[in-house]
Every structure is written in C-alpha cells, then in structure tokens.
C-alpha cells in the first residue's frame, strides 16, 4: 500500500491477462491498449513528459471551487488522505478531501476487453453533499508511434460519436480499420466533451482544466484535433450516503467488414452494448472482481512457500510470480522504460521468460513456444524480435544473435518437464512463418543445437554474430557515425574471429537438456552425436577460453581476448562466469570455484554483482555500445540483475548455499525496500538493473518490470536455492540453502498432484540425507509423479 502520492518514481502496476491491458501509475497515470502497445494503442501517452508521467485516466472532482482528483494527480489538490494498492491485476486508488471519500477500483475482467472503473463516492460530513464529477481520457490515434509525429495527418483524421452516455472513438473506422474504442458510465450524464481543446483549454492543463474549473462541460464534438472522452455528473450525497458508478473504457473489433457498420456511418454498436451489459451494476462488476481475484489465488497456489521470512514468502508466493506474468504477456516491450513502440517480443527474451510462468498457465506457455519457433529460420538462426499482434518476426532488427537458437531449446525443455506434455514436439512449426514450411518442434530444437556446432570460430568456440546474450558486446558493429544504432546496424561477420564464452557455456547447459531429451524421447543417436559436441565444447572452453582465474569473455573480431587480465578495462565479466560454471566446466579441475571466487572478489557488491569490471572509461569501437554507457551503468559495469541469479545457480553447483542466499538477497525487491529513496523504482518488482559501484549514484535503480530477471531470480530461488525442481519423471529435491535455516516448506502443484513438502535441515546445507514420501523411505532425491487428484506429504532431511 502507497500512503504518499509522491513517490521517488512513479511505481506502476498492470492491469488485464490476455488481449487488453493497461499500465496504470499509483497515481493513475498510463495507458491502454489492445494486444500491441504501438499498432493498438487506445489512449495516448506522452513518454518522459514534464512532470513525469502525465497524461492517463483522470477522474476531477469540483466540490464548491475545490477541485481535486483522487489519485492526487493531476490536480495536485493537498488531499486530507491518499492510498494507493496494486494487486494482481487491480488497483486501488483513493482519495479524500472536506469529507468526500472517492475510491477508485481499476481492473481489467478477465475475458473483457476493457478497464472498468468502478467509482466509489461517500460523504463523510453530516451536510448534504453537491458537487460535481469529470472523468478523463485521452484518445490515441492507434499507432502510437505515428501518433507522436504525423500532425499534418494525425489532426484531421479525429472522429467520435456519442450515444447517451458512451463516447465512441472511430477515428480511420471508415478506411481500412475495423475497430473503435469507447468511455462509457452506467448513470445519465449532465455533459459531455470529445474535444481536447474544449475540455482543457489551449492554455490550460491537465490540472485544471477549463471545463472542469467552470463546473461544466461543452458537449464538444470532436472533428480531428486531439479526440477525448470525458463525462460531467451532478452528485448530490446526504451525509453517510455512498453512491458508486462503473465506467467502462472498451475496445471492439470486428472481423467482417459486413458487420462494421450499424447504418451508413454509424458504426455497429452491438459488441460495445454486449461489453457494457455485462458491467451496467455495481454488483456484476463485484462479480467480475472477485473472478479475477479467484483466478489469481489460483493461479498462486501452485508453488507456495513457507519459510522463516516473509520477505521471502512475499516475493516467491505473490509478487515474483506476478512479475513472471507480466514479463510473459509483454516481454520488454511495455513499461514507464519501455515506450511500447520500440520492441515487440523477443526471441531469447520470450524464451527466458517461460521458466518462471510455465507452471501458472502451461497452454498458453505451449502456444508461445510455437510462436516463438514460428519466427526462426530454417538454417536454425531466428529473428531477434517479432510483433505480438502479427506474430511475425520483426525486419527492422533482423536476426543474427547467435545465442538466440539455444534459448528455444531452453524454453522447450521448461514445458516439457512442467508438464511431461510431449506432443508439443511433433507439433509442425514454420520457418518464417511460410506456409507449407512446417516442420516439427522436435525438428527446430535440432536446428538450434546444430546452428551453434555450425558456426565455430578459430578456438572452436561459438562464432557470435551480431551479439550474445549482451546485446551491447557489439564485437562485429564498428560503429563510428553517431546516427547508427548498435542494435540495428549491419555487421561486419564476414570473416569475424569474434566467440562468445557466454554461448559456449549456454550451448553446454541448454546442449545436456537436448541430450537428456533425446534419451526421453528414445532417440539415442541423435543423443551420442549432440554429447560429442558437448564434449568437445567442453574441452574447447578449457583449451582456449580460461584466463587463469576466470573464464574469459570472448574473442574480439581480430581474435584477441576480451575479459582477460592482459586487458586494460574489463578484465572479468560476469556472464561467461555464470554459465561456464553452471555447465561446469572444469569443476574438478576448482576452475568453477576460481572463476566464482574471482566474481566475489571483482564483481560482487553492497547491492548486487556487477556485469563487468573495471568500467570502461573510454568508447572502445571494436567493442560498440557497452563502451558507449557512462561506468556503473547497464551494460558498463551495471549491476545488470538478470546475470545475478547465474551466479547465484552456479554457486549451488559448488553447494555453497550461503553465498547463493547472500547474493538473491542483495538484488530482492523486498530487501530493498527500506532504501527506497535511494533505489527509487517499485519496491515490489526486480528491475532490469542498478547502478553499479562505479556509478554516481551506486545503489540506483532502473528500468523496473520487464526484465529478465523476474523469471531467472524466480527459478533461481525455487529450483536451485530451496531445490524444488520439475523433472520429466517427477519432482526432484535438491536444496542448497544457508546453513542456519532450520528448513522451510512448499506445497507444489505438479502434473495434477499435489506436494507438501517438508524440508529439515541439520546445518551444514549439504544435499538430501533421507527422503520420505507418503510415509515411504526412497533412496536417492527424487519424489516420483504421484497419481493425478492425490495430496501427497514430502519429508527431505538435509545432512
Ligand atoms: C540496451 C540493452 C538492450 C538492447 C536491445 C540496448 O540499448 O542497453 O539492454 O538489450 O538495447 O534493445
Ligand atoms: C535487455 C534485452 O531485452 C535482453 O535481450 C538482453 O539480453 C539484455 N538487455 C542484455 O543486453
């Protein structure tokens, strides 16, 4: 709960499951939109605005000259009390001022394409209460990214219609458009505006806007301009009365273009009427919440934690999983650091993403591997990027990130041990998208494993393209014309030396999943040919890619180290240490326990392990743009909080549980909380990164939401901290956690059963000593699937 409107960032939340959504600030700014932040925006917003976050859906309240807001913004009006509280999928705001208490629920019903709004308004004095109430939105032109800078256009193509008390928004319906969106409130109303500039005045703004400092509205009709819709209520309330009212800002679409049309430009109302129906009471609307809210608590139940720290409990049980959702529906696409306009759906991103949602709703997890698989080539490369609304993959970026085709595999395996759903793999997924190209899953796993075997460099490691999972280690781009972006730019591959360490190790790690798939699978030839080239990568990383106390990160394009201590400025990174480590790769030799005591020695800070260090201080061309980042941050020596959990993973390899614990702690949300001044974003989600020691401001944190980090620190925790992890034939059990817990508890809802398991733990964080299921000593950590329906008791003592 937000008591004080004015937080050090605006702290956000999301709201809607599947088609439409909206992103709403705790002060009820954002925006809404259908499926695709940039082609189906529906109301606008103008990003890095002054102030920050202006512009959303405002509700004014006009109370004899006092004109106020209940989210505080944008009227600013001192309020006598402010709350604010995200949940999942709803948010809460209200506001008080001289005895009039306005609550505001925001939701998105699941199945609906549309926010609803239900207004809460109560008089808390013992006089009668008249006064008058303005909604506020602000419609977009569709396109987001047209609708910041086609004016000549934009400004004529304007268009609305009104009926009672909905206003409808049918700009470009009549051309090649076949939606509309639209505001309605289930009360008559006393005005009405769908002209920006009759509302608020040229010269006004949105804290006081014209027709809401007048006390009435205009009933402007808009004709191109800036198209709006706001309603003007009377409210009379006796002293203890409360009188709620639902608004309703809608979306509609239909596919015929026989059915657009009620009458000869009148557009067909039918969907917008049903849509309406559905929310036209209080109670109805109460309904519609408490489904939402039951379909959460649901969804939550399938892994819930029960430690000694609720700070924990907190972010495994409610607000991680939440975030593992958001990221799933938007990959890094829609934030308050996200325009919505620059990147749809990324291929690794997407992938990546899958670990920590899989197991909350596995179909539509399923129906994004064939998306996402949809979009690679048939050489197994794949397109960076594709648009969520066409699902095809995106031109502008291209391919060539030769770390992206290992990502599927990773994916794949994900739903396969959630689920044991196999089938997925016979499915007939395109190349491209091209009809008639479809060849199965299975097929396109195949292709991703060889597209890596196929492209080695001069030591024998993988050659990588445009970049690795760093998209900012730009070792082909040479970019010198500050016009050019590094992620767009053609590269010059051709003849490259330039290897990724962090793909060597990847292609281990995501290499032993195909093998072991294979195996599943009976495909045993294929399982030999894939472990050969395992191995040999293996001793190709141990030939050529260790620096003595570390792995190196990579081999430039002229063949020389990068990460190495002969270097001048990032001598050590952190990401070829993470997944050298995770697939082990000299563990007997104590090159896994060198390179993560070199992390903890260069890398590791108060506040989370930086991706590089030292800084580079000066731009490096034959390195691109993580050169081009100030020291400390993102990429340049950030703490980038999507690599922590590899090391926190690879510390499990060595079973030093401590330093795992220690190091998911420095970067968790929850234990963060008490700098939140300093930390700045919403204390309840991971963000993509904070600054790091080499900073101005160590400590500070950025781009909070969609990152990658939600999932891995998710599957961090749950599998390989507290070691609860999904396996094809059951659930294994293999904590590695801080010495002095006494032990904790899950229950896990798996393949139809479910687990309450109870782990002891006798002090020295070892693996499992004795394992107990239903009564019954196994050998060995593994609790076999146990039959759908059943409730089942887990008992693990640690050594
Ligand atoms: C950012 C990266 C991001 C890339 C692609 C870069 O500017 O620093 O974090 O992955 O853009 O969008
Ligand atoms: C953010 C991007 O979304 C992701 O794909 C990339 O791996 C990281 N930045 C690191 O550059």
Avoid at 115 to 139: G, I, P, Y
Avoid at 172 to 179: D, L, P, Q, V
Avoid at 547 to 557: E, F, S, T, V
Avoid at 765 to 776: A, Q
Wanted: glycine fraction near 8%; hydrophobic fraction near 35%; aromatic fraction near 14%.
């Amino acid at each position: 709960m937000i008591t004080n409107p004015q937080t050090p960032f605006p702290w956000i939340n999301y709201l809607g499951n599947e088609d439409f959504f909206s992103l709403i600030s705790n002060t009820a700014g954002g925006y809404s939109f259908y499926k695709d932040a940039k082609f189906r925006r529906i109301t606008r917003y103008r990003y890095n605005n002054v102030p920050m976050d202006n512009g959303g859906r405002y509700f004014y309240i006009n109370d004899q000259d006092t004109v106020w807001s209940p989210g505080w913004k944008p009227c600013k009006t001192q309020l006598d009390k402010y709350e604010c509280r995200h949940g999942m999928s709803y948010t809460i705001i209200t506001g008080e001022k001289n005895g009039i208490e306005a609550e505001v629920l925001f939701f998105v019903p699941l199945n609906t394409w549309a926010e609803v709004q239900k207004v809460k308004l109560t008089n808390h004095t013992s006089e009668t209460k008249r006064f008058k109430l303005f909604s506020f939105a602000e419609w977009c032109l569709w396109n987001a990214a047209t609708d910041m800078e086609n004016f000549q256009r934009n400004f004529s193509t304007g268009e609305v219609e009104i009926e009672g008390s909905v206003l409808y928004h049918k700009t470009e319906y009549k051309e090649r458009r076949n939606h509309y969106a639209y505001y309605s409130v289930n009360a008559p109303i006393q005005g009405f505006d769908t002209d920006r500039e009759s509302f608020i005045g040229l010269y006004n703004e949105f804290r006081d806007p014209q027709a809401v400092m007048a006390g009435k509205s205009n009933n402007s009709i808009a004709h191109g301009w800036s198209p709006i819709a706001s309603h003007y209520l009377e409210i009379e309330l006796q002293p203890g009365e409360t009188k709620e009212l639902v608004f309703v800002l809608g979306y509609v679409e239909y596919e015929n273009r026989e059915d657009k049309w009620e009458s000869k430009g009148i557009i067909n109302k039918s969907q917008a009427k049903a849509t309406l129906a559905k929310f036209d009471t209080v109670s109805k609307v109460q309904a519609a919440f408490d489904e939402l809210k039951g379909y959460w608590d649901d969804l939550l139940s399938v892994y819930v934690l029960n430690s000694h720290e609720e700070k924990l409990d907190r972010m495994v049980n409610i607000w991680n999983q939440y975030q593992c959702m958001i990221t799933f529906n938007f990959s890094r696409s829609a934030s308050f650091f996200e325009s919505g306009i620059g990147r749809g759906m990324g291929f690794r991103d997407s992938n990546q993403d899958l670990v920590g949602f899989v197991h909350q709703i596995p179909a539509r997890a399923r129906q994004r591997i064939i998306d996402i698989a949809s979009t690679q080539f048939s050489d197994g490369g794949c397109y960076h990027q594709y648009q969520p609304l066409t699902k095809r993959g995106n031109n502008d970026i291209g391919g060539g990130f030769n770390d992206d085709p290992m990502w599927l595999i990773f994916g794949t395996v994900a739903y396969l041990k959630e689920t044991g759903d196999f089938s997925i793999l016979d499915e007939p997924v395109p190349f491209d998208n091209q009809e008639g190209s479809e060849k199965s899953l299975f097929h396109h796993l195949t292709l991703s494993f060889n597209h890596v075997i196929e492209n080695l460099g001069p030591h024998l490691l993988p050659l990588i393209g445009r970049a690795d999972w760093n998209d900012c280690l730009n070792l082909n781009c040479f970019s010198w014309d500050p016009d050019e972006s590094f992620q767009t730019t053609e590269n010059k591959t051709e003849g490259s030396k330039a290897e990724s360490l962090m793909i060597a190790g990847l292609f281990i790690v995501c290499g032993r999943d195909y093998v072991e798939l294979c195996r599943q699978i009976g495909n045993r030839r294929e399982a030999e040919r894939a472990q050969k080239f395992i191995d040999s990568m293996t001793e190709a990383i141990k030939k050529s890619g260790w620096d003595g106390d570390w792995y190196l990160r990579a081999y430039d394009y002229y063949g020389n180290k990068v990460g190495s201590r002969e270097n001048s400025e990032s001598k050590i990174f952190i990401e070829s240490q993470g997944w050298c480590a995770m697939a082990k790769v000299g563990l007997e030799e104590g090159m896994v326990q060198k390179a993560l005591d070199s992390v903890k020695r260069y890398l590791d800070t108060p506040n989370g392990i930086v991706l590089n260090n030292p800084a580079f201080t000066e731009y490096k061309v034959e390195y691109g743009e993580i050169s081009s980042y100030p020291a400390g941050y993102k990429e340049n020596a950030g703490i980038f909080c999507h690599n922590n959990p590899w090391i926190m993973i690879a510390e499990t390899v060595l079973g030093r549980g401590n330093q795992a614990w220690d190091y998911f702690r420095k970067i968790c949300p929850s234990y963060t909380e008490d700098i939140s001044d300093l930390h700045k974003v919403e204390p309840y989600v991971y963000s993509q990164m904070i600054a790091g020691k080499d900073s101005f401001k160590p400590g500070e944190a950025k781009n909070s939401w969609l990152t990658g980090t939600a999932a891995w620190n998710y599957y961090a925790i749950t599998q390989f901290i507290l070691g609860i992890k999904p396996d094809y034939e059951g659930l294994v059990i293999d904590p590695c956690i801080p010495a002095d817990w006494k032990g904790f508890q899950v229950t896990r809802k798996f393949r139809g059963a479910t687990y309450h398991i109870v782990i002891k733990n006798a002090g020295t964080n070892k693996r499992v000593k004795k394992l107990t299921v239903n009564g019954t000593v196994l050998s060995g950590n593994r609790v076999p699937l146990q039959p759908e329906g059943s409730v089942n008791t887990v008992e693990a003592a640690l050594e």
